[in-house]
């Protein structure tokens, strides 16, 4: 799978918009893009995900550029429960096979 | 909606002493999986298991590690001789066999604590 890079940590404030980065330039044509999220100490939770097209849920959007080297995961309206460490990981599509966790991004939200 | 559960939420053993986490997956999911975080550390992918079978595992599995799916709806992972590095939580989680699907859900975690 390839390698991702994200900042250590970011700061949002309530109410405005979080763009979180994420760089994969060594990333497959077959590779996804996943976003995960893990709030204190629970159990990661699953975001979004895209391979080409930006992606938009209830959660979140979805930036790939074109050349799909990096990609950005916008929470539109960022409340204080947001606060979680985000995670950017790249891998071959679907929901079977392992999934490898980086540091990823703290992300804090502050009122 | 269905969730993965997970008990007991906190287990404290001696060192040594052979543990067994349970996980409930959800119902119609067929891959499974355990992962674990050291406090303050990543999560770490240990094992996958798929159609009563262990289809994919870390150098962190070895034979102190074992999964078991006992019956239609536990998913369990022993850990035969605790060490104090077995401290961790520990995350089950499970998926569908769709080729749609993308998402891996996760319990809410069982500290373990070794002393």
């Known amino acids: 799978d390839a390698k991702t890079t994200q900042p250590t940590s970011m700061d949002c404030a309530e109410g405005r918009a979080a763009n979180l980065p994420c760089n994969h330039s060594?990333?497959?044509?077959?590779?996804?893009v996943y976003w995960y999220r893990q709030i204190h100490s629970q159990g990661p939770q699953y975001i979004i995900h895209?391979?080409?097209n930006n992606e938009t849920n209830e959660m979140a959007s979805l930036i790939i550029t074109e050349d799909r080297k990096s990609s950005t995961l916008i929470l539109p309206h960022a409340t204080l429960r947001d606060t979680a460490v985000y995670y950017c990981?790249?891998?071959?599509?679907?929901?079977?096979?392992?999934?490898?966790f980086g540091k990823g991004t703290k992300l804090s939200v502050k009122p | 909606e269905p969730e993965v559960t997970q008990t007991p939420s906190h287990q404290v053993t001696q060192m040594g002493q052979e543990v067994i986490l349970r996980c409930v997956p959800i119902?119609?999911?067929?891959?499974f999986y355990w992962y674990r975080q050291i406090l303050g550390q990543k999560v770490e992918f240990l094992v996958s298991?798929?159609?009563?079978?262990?289809?994919?595992k870390s150098e962190i599995f070895d034979d102190q590690f074992s999964v078991e799916r006992p019956d239609g709806s536990n998913f369990t992972l022993k850990i035969r001789s605790t060490k104090l590095e077995d401290s961790a939580m520990y995350f089950c989680?499970?998926?569908?066999?769709?080729?749609?699907?993308?998402?891996?859900?996760f319990g809410p975690g069982t500290r373990l604590t070794v002393l």
């Open positions: 989680a499970s998926s569908e066999l769709d080729t749609l699907s993308h998402e891996q859900f």
């Open positions: 060594t990333i497959s044509g077959n590779e996804y």
């Open positions: 895209g391979l080409k």
């Open positions: 990981i790249v891998r071959v599509g679907g929901s079977q096979g392992n999934l490898i």
């Open positions: 119902s119609n999911h067929l891959y």
């Open positions: 298991f798929y159609n009563n079978e262990i289809s994919e």
